[in-house]
């Protein structure tokens, strides 16, 4: 068609007003008409000449042609005849919305982007926002018009559009929105801003919003609003989604919330859990996205939200924890300073708030915050603060165990990561970290099956590692972490390793007893069985695991126990032990019902937990530090000492490294590894370590130069190494000794202790030294003792006040040498009367040679109470009654620094089974000290050994017909025999004298706790019980007399007796019937009676009766605890004691509280007597009658109450070779003392020895059993010293003790001595 483009236009639009145009000829036109006009541009003088095609354009038939094509090319052309006429198109409103329809249903298929009419669409599009059509859409009403075409952007938008596309759909939008805003149009928008795919759809939400959001700012915020504070009005679906739309605004125009932000308060204060939930939630987003600038922008809303950390509910509790993490999370990203500058204080305040979650009393919550804090610390170990590591690490200490587990698991998946960054070169070792190991221990619950011993082995062994540690990397965290570990760690470590240790050499003696094949069938069998029963308690569920021990025994497999075999090697590496398990777990079948049993068995046998490589890898880092003193060198050797008392065959294969750390002298030769070096030399593991010259001159150093502790352990490696006592290495140094100590000059030499220590051990391991050089050693012992010029050297004063000074520390020293050589029963044979007799003179305080200060002579005593205790462990049978009674009434002692230090050691010996069960005694005699610590631990150390001797004499009953001598029952025979020699035994037996008095309180005591042992259901007791035997006993008594004299015999009786009624009273069942046949008592102590009593003495005891023993059991209610308050401790300064004669101060009639009171409570005394005094008045005359009631002649009581059914059998002593009959021994002649040499003229013992030093040692073996430390050690601390009040009573106590001695002695009274101290008082 020629011509121009005007006269193209106008012809086509004649043409297209012919009616029936086909499709083809309409397709035809139409684009001739979409050239023409394209070729035009804007211009109102071209309105005539497009008029015609404008009219045909707009015919129905047109704009709504079935055919696409044809609406494509009409919607075309519409829109170019708008560009070209704009801004005045020639057409009504109704032909704009047809016009409008047509557009948005060609913008459909923009999402097309293959479509080969995407070209025009994209045209008419661009022409749209070009010309602002869609304000003219606004202003003819076409908002369902408006509506339908931001679906479809929204639509189009979400396949992906073209930039130019997709700014088109903006600015349309824009434009639309800059006119009008209506709720309608908002919805779609915010419809496509919350989805969760973040896609074209969103990007277009987003860049409308930030083009108008001046415009949307009203309209939001009234919408916003609405939905924060009509919570009750009905809601769409966009008011629910309110908090996400205030998130995406808050990302993409943050300005348009201004107003809302503060609104937000209302939401966290809500009633409504859920609210408030939801409000936490957005809030913690919030802060996320704004890298916690939001906190500092919104204080208000912000200190809100941290107090929902708080909440009542545990929901929003928890959600904020978690809204924290995510928000710390994010901000480790950044670095420190970019923290600083954009947070403030605002993570340290949310820090502090998930700190405070840790405490919750909802167990969840507590478990959510641990779970943060592991998360935020796995995310940066660097920059996160350890501390709050630690204090999540303490709800391994939880009530509960859900809580314990699961933060157990989190810190050991912590730990793990931990390790592995540390092996990458990522993170470096901190010191907060290497403490979760320890937290982790203190969680062991022996009651608990997830913390038994046998499963934190487990952990420690498989999981507390990445599996891809090596061995090397594995040993250094260990001598990390150990660092950290307490005395309580490290006991629950023992008991991890000694129960595997238990469980190899149980599976080493089943895998013998399984390849033995000469034995009976049944004998293997049966202990086979035996093996199962022990190795099962190695495990949670013992029943189980026995039945999984005898299916695997079924097993023809042989290889499946050679697997075993190979498995339980001390010299394997981790490699191999992995290949192993791997082979055997193969061998049995993930199938099979054992499988998980079999697993957890190869961990458990397999060395796991530590090894000879990790032991290796230790020693060659401490030798690397070894002239440095660092915590590293200090932790590594504390392990491996561990390590070697538990498993000292770890050590095979590590002699190169031991032979390089001992050959020279280095900081690290100290006391830890000397006792390292001495266990491995005494243990059975065979180490193959040549006793070179250079490695014995380090240890005889050691012995001369070093400390106490370091000679100890250098003498027992030394004595393990060479294998011989008589060896002339022992000579040699004993030697040298010797003549180190000959040249010494006493007040300068403070290496004096050392010398000593060496020397005594080099006694007790070589025995037959002390005779050659015996004579060196007392004259050296006398110069210590004797010399006037080493009484106070200046300068050498203890160093406070509850330390004795440095010559009483010398004395001390002394007394332990010669101990030490009086050990070995072989040669000191000659020796020891005399020793036993000058420690009795010492504890009385009747050795007058000894120059000695005042403030020096209770540690002297007590050195010497505690010799005896150490000479009892071999020498029992020589201590005399009197040397017994003496050191017994230590307990008693006027020192509250020798009551508690005698009794604590005397605990620790019973414990250990080292001494014989009458030293308990001293327990019933301080279990009425006016200290209320010695008072309590008196009582519970009572309790304890008499329980737990009760099981062992249970046990060798059955094995023993002669065990009652064992038995703790026993050892109320010493108890009487004490008490009667006791100066202020009652000498009557009236109402007040026996409720006032506390002589009988020790009988009491120990009677209760006897009585107790037995099940107080049990209505008949048999012959071995503790009630029984109780009776046999005191019937014994009843016919013996003692060997000094008569007036004892009388006091035996009358205790005997009430001891007798005693029983009777605390246990209704008893009969005299079930007491056994045969009561051996100590002939050194009773003989046989052979005379009938005398008339006062069976007169004295018709008084003794049942009721007058009710008064004394109600005078002596068990002691309440909770009133130690009401006894004042009595604190002594041993300086200022005046050291009176030991008969007053070892009285045992001294009651809980008046004699033993301090000044200050003096008064009350008084007060509460007088009240006393009232009352009793009234109750003396029913007391007096109720004895002369229940009077019963004591012949006849003795004749017909207290015969035993049997003849009655008096003993031996406790030691069964020194022990002879008493019906064969009535005139048993006196012990010869074997007389001394002319220069041995006296000789002193002493003990302040300590077994718990070296743990599972046998107390008797002397090598390994003496103190650490200076003798400062054995000597507990003086309570409130500083009181001077309680000094001067202790001062009043003592002149009271003495002047009720010189009573007795002049013949007066108790009644007369307590008159006169009753008018001094009131003077």
């Not at 923009?110 to 025009?120: K, V």
């Not at 390089?660 to 370590?689: D, G, P, R, W």
């Amino acid at each position: 068609m020629p011509g121009s483009a005007e006269q193209v236009v106008s012809e086509v639009g004649k043409r297209l007003a012919q009616p029936r145009l086909g499709k083809d000829a309409l397709v035809k036109l139409l684009k001739q008409a979409e050239s023409a006009l394209s070729e035009l541009s804007q211009s109102s003088s071209l309105h005539d000449a497009l008029r015609p095609l404008s009219k045909s354009l707009v015919q129905t038939s047109l704009l709504s042609h079935k055919d696409k094509d044809v609406r494509l090319l009409v919607a075309v052309c519409f829109i170019e005849v708008m560009r070209i006429l704009a801004p005045d198109p020639p057409f009504t409103d109704e032909i704009f919305k047809e016009i409008f329809r047509l557009f948005i249903s060609e913008f459909v298929g923009l999402a097309d982007s293959g479509s080969p009419y995407l070209t025009r669409r994209m045209k008419i599009l661009e022409n749209v926002a070009a010309l602002r059509c869609s304000v003219i859409m606004v202003d003819t009403g076409c908002q369902d018009l408006v509506l339908d075409m931001a679906k479809i952007f929204f639509s189009a938008a979400k396949q992906g559009l073209q930039q130019c596309v997709h700014q088109a759909m903006v600015s349309i939008m824009t434009q639309i929105l800059n006119e009008k805003v209506t709720q309608a149009l908002l919805d779609v928008i915010f419809r496509n801003l919350v989805k969760e795919d973040k896609g074209g759809a969103h990007k277009l939400a987003v860049d409308i919003i930030q083009n108008c959001a001046e415009k949307l700012e009203h309209t939001v915020r009234m919408f916003l609003s609405s939905c924060i504070f009509n919570k009750g009005a009905p809601v769409n679906e966009h008011k629910k989604l309110h908090h996400k739309i205030i998130l995406e605004l808050f990302q993409c125009a943050p300005q348009m919330l201004f107003a809302v932000i503060p609104s937000l308060t209302h939401e966290l204060l809500s009633d409504q859990v859920d609210i408030r939930l939801e409000a936490v939630q957005l809030i913690g987003r919030l802060l996320v996205f704004s890298n916690l600038r939001f906190g500092q922008e919104n204080q208000l809303v912000f200190m809100e939200f941290l107090k929902r950390f708080s909440d009542k509910s545990a929901e929003v509790r928890i959600a904020a924890i978690d809204a924290a993490k995510v928000c710390l999370v994010r901000l480790e990203l950044f670095s420190q300073r970019e923290i600083a500058v954009s947070s403030g204080n605002i993570a340290q305040d949310i820090l502090k708030s998930l700190e405070g979650r840790l405490l919750d009393f909802d167990d969840k919550v507590r478990i959510r915050a641990v779970y943060a804090v592991c998360d935020l610390a796995k995310s940066n170990l660097s920059s996160f603060p350890s501390e709050l590591i630690l204090q999540a690490a303490e709800r391994l200490r939880d009530k509960k165990i859900s809580v314990r587990k699961n933060v157990m698991h989190k810190l050991l998946d912590l730990y793990r990561d931990y390790c592995e960054k540390c092996s990458k070169g990522i993170a470096t070792i901190n010191p907060h970290y290497e403490q979760i190991p320890a937290k982790l221990l203190l969680c062991f619950d022996k009651d608990c099956g997830s913390f038994r011993p046998q499963n934190m082995g487990l952990i420690f062994a498989e999981e507390i590692f990445p599996s891809s540690l090596s061995p090397k990397e594995r040993a250094m965290h260990w001598v990390e972490f150990f660092y950290y570990f307490k005395s309580q760690h490290v006991k629950a470590l023992r008991i991890i390793f000694s129960q595997k240790r238990r469980l190899l050499l149980e599976m080493q003696a089943y895998l013998s007893l399984r390849a033995k094949k000469e034995e009976s069938s049944d004998e293997i069998e049966k202990k086979i069985c035996g093996s199962f029963r022990k190795m099962s308690a190695s495990f949670a569920d013992i029943p189980k695991v026995e039945e999984c021990f005898e299916n695997l025994h079924q097993m023809k497999d042989n290889n499946i126990f050679k697997d075993l075999t190979e498995l339980i090697k001390e010299g394997i590496t981790f490699a191999t032990v992995r290949s192993i398990r791997d082979s055997f777990l193969k061998r049995i079948g993930n199938k099979h019902p054992i499988f998980n049993f079999c697993k957890q068995l190869s961990t458990e046998l397999s060395h796991s937990l530590f090894n000879w490589e990790m032991i290796c890898a230790i020693l060659e880092a401490l030798l690397s530090c070894r002239n440095e003193s660092t915590h590293f060198a200090e932790s590594a050797c504390d392990l491996l000492l561990l390590v070697a008392l538990v498993f000292p065959s770890l050590f095979r294969g590590s002699e190169e490294y031991l032979l390089k750390l001992f050959s020279e002298e280095s900081v690290l030769i100290n006391e830890k590894t000397l006792q390292m070096l001495a266990y491995l030399a005494k243990s059975a593991c065979h180490l193959s370590v040549n006793f070179s010259s250079d490695v014995y001159l380090l240890l005889e150093q050691k012995c001369i130069d070093g400390t106490r502790a370091e000679s100890k352990y250098a003498i027992s490696a030394i004595a393990s190494l060479i294998q011989s006592p008589d060896d002339k290495k022992f000579a040699k140094l004993c030697k040298k000794v010797v003549g180190v100590l000959k040249k010494t000059y006493l007040p300068d030499n403070h290496n004096i202790p050392t010398l000593l220590q060496s020397l005594g051990l080099i006694l007790e391991h070589s025995p037959s030294m002390y005779t050659s050089y015996d004579e060196h050693i007392i004259k050296f012992v006398q110069r210590v003792f004797v010399s006037s010029e080493f009484v106070s050297t200046p300068g050498l004063s203890p160093p406070d006040e509850n330390a004795c000074s440095f010559s009483c520390k010398l004395k001390i020293y002394c007394l332990k040498v010669l101990v030490k050589s009086c050990l070995p029963r072989t040669t000191a044979l000659d020796r020891i009367e005399n020793f036993l007799k000058m420690l009795l003179e010492i504890i009385s305080e009747e050795f007058t040679s000894i120059t000695i200060c005042d403030y020096d002579k209770p540690y002297l005593r007590l050195a010497a109470g505690k010799s005896v205790l150490r000479l009892a462990t071999r020498w029992d049978s020589h201590i005399s009654p009197k040397l017994f009674r003496t050191a017994l009434l230590m307990a008693r002692d006027s020192s509250y620094i020798v009551r508690k230090s005698f009794i604590c050691k005397i605990y620790g010996l019973l414990k250990n089974h080292a001494i014989p069960i009458r030293y308990a005694c001293a327990f019933a005699l301080s279990s009425t000290d006016c200290a209320g610590d010695v008072r309590t631990e008196s009582h519970r150390y009572l309790i304890e050994v008499l329980k737990e001797q009760g099981g062992v004499s249970v046990h060798q009953n059955r094995t023993s017909k002669d065990s009652i001598v064992e038995h703790p029952t026993y050892a109320v025979v010493f108890l009487i025999h004490a008490l009667a020699y006791d100066r202020e035994f009652p000498l009557n037996f009236s109402e007040k004298e026996t409720i006032s008095s506390g002589f009988w309180s020790p009988l009491v005591v120990m009677l209760r706790e006897l009585v107790e042992i037995d099940n107080p259901n049990r209505t008949e007791h048999g012959p071995t019980s503790s009630v029984s035997i109780l009776l046999g006993i005191f019937s014994a008594v009843q016919k013996a007399q003692d060997l000094s004299g008569s007036d004892i015999t009388h006091k035996l009786h009358i205790l005997s007796k009430i001891g007798l009624l005693m029983v009777k009273e605390l246990d209704k069942h008893c009969k005299m019937s079930d007491s056994p046949r045969h009561i051996l008592l100590p002939s050194s102590y009773y003989r046989l009676s052979a005379s009938e009593r005398k008339a006062d003495e069976c007169c004295q005891l018709d008084l003794i009766t049942d009721s007058f023993v009710k008064r004394i059991l109600k005078a002596h209610e068990p002691y309440n605890h909770q009133e130690d308050t009401e006894c004042s401790i009595i604190t002594e300064r041993p300086s200022k004691e005046s050291a009176p004669k030991r008969g007053a101060s070892s009285s045992l009639n001294k009651s809980s509280v008046g004699p033993r009171a301090s000044g200050q409570d003096q008064g009350k005394v008084k007060k509460s007597s007088v009240l006393a005094e009232d009352v009793s008045k009234k109750n003396d005359q029913n007391s007096i009658h109720s004895l002369e009631k229940d009077k019963v002649s004591s012949c006849g009581s003795a004749g017909t109450k207290l015969s035993s059914p049997g003849s009655l059998g008096l003993a031996k002593e406790a030691d069964s070779r020194d022990r002879a009959s008493l019906l064969e021994n009535q005139n048993r002649p006196t012990v010869k003392k074997i007389p001394l040499k002319s220069d041995q003229k006296w000789e002193f013992v002493n003990d302040t020895m300590l077994t718990e030093d070296i743990p599972d040692c046998d107390p008797r073996d002397c090598e390994l059993d003496e103190d650490v430390g200076d003798c400062d050690d054995n000597f507990v601390k003086c309570p409130l010293s500083n009181n001077k009040t309680a000094g001067a009573g202790l001062r009043k106590k003592s002149k009271r003790a003495l002047d009720l001695r010189s009573a007795q002695n002049s013949g007066l009274t108790a009644d007369t001595v307590r008159c006169t101290r009753s008018r001094k008082v009131q003077a």
